[in-house]
């Protein structure tokens, strides 16, 4: 079926461990977007990518690193895991033209602790 | 930087008529946008507006003034399934591209029978 999966939807570590979380999209969207929500933030954007190899930092990207070698695929890397990132982290993808108004579409989310 | 504000929680009856209110402060505005999430779900877009207006779709309908910084959204004939925050966010277009949507904390909505 078509739509954004994430995997794991659930992931328990260790701090120091590297955590992978995946996103992968059949929309052929354009962007993507690698969001983190916490009680009390709210959504927060970590890293965003408008194309294949393009991507940019968001509001909150220390710690995370994310790659994009192929326009479905979108990876999240937390590379030395710590307490403060337990958290549910969300994909989204969106496109953008005249007739689309570039809302977010996202995934089912991925609920990470970090121990 | 931007600023969104919305109230963290309201209270309503099945039946009745809810509004709320976001306001935003941003520079290079390009769209704001209404999502709802249900509990432990992800959100899921409810509406869109870019121009001065009310933009209506069902029994939810949301409402932007530019040059105020200010939108609602409002939703009529509460339903019990209506339970659940309404997340606010705004675009803004830095001329390098589309940039994630920043989002407001949410508003947290309780519908009472």
């Known amino acids: 079926d078509a739509g954004i999966t994430q995997s794991p939807r659930y992931k328990i570590t260790e701090t120091g461990r590297q955590v992978t979380l995946m996103c992968h999209q059949t929309w052929s969207h354009s962007y993507m977007f690698w969001y983190r929500q916490d009680l009390g933030h709210g959504l927060r954007l970590i890293y965003y990518s408008a194309a294949a190899d393009i991507t940019d930092k968001g509001e909150v990207p220390d710690g995370y690193v994310v790659s994009r070698s192929k326009t479905e695929n979108f990876p999240l890397t937390l590379e030395s895991a710590t307490r403060s990132q337990t958290s549910v982290y969300f994909c989204a993808s969106s496109e953008l033209g005249q007739q689309f108004p570039g809302e977010l579409f996202f995934g089912e989310g991925s609920r990470l602790t970090v121990l | 930087g931007q600023n969104i504000d919305q109230p963290t929680e309201m209270t309503a009856t099945e039946g009745a008529i809810v509004q709320i209110n976001c306001t935003y402060q941003?520079?290079?505005?390009?769209?704001l946008f209404w999502y709802q999430q249900h509990a432990g779900e992800a959100p899921t877009f409810l509406s869109y507006n870019v121009l001065d207006g009310l933009e209506e779709k069902g029994r939810f309908s949301s409402f932007l003034s530019r040059s105020k910084g200010y939108s609602y959204l409002l939703l009529k004939e509460l339903q019990m399934k209506d339970s659940a925050s309404y997340l606010c966010a705004v675009r803004s277009y830095s001329g390098g591209g589309a940039d994630g949507l920043t989002f407001g904390k949410g508003t947290h909505l309780i519908i009472q029978p």
């Open positions: 941003t520079s290079g505005f390009n769209g």
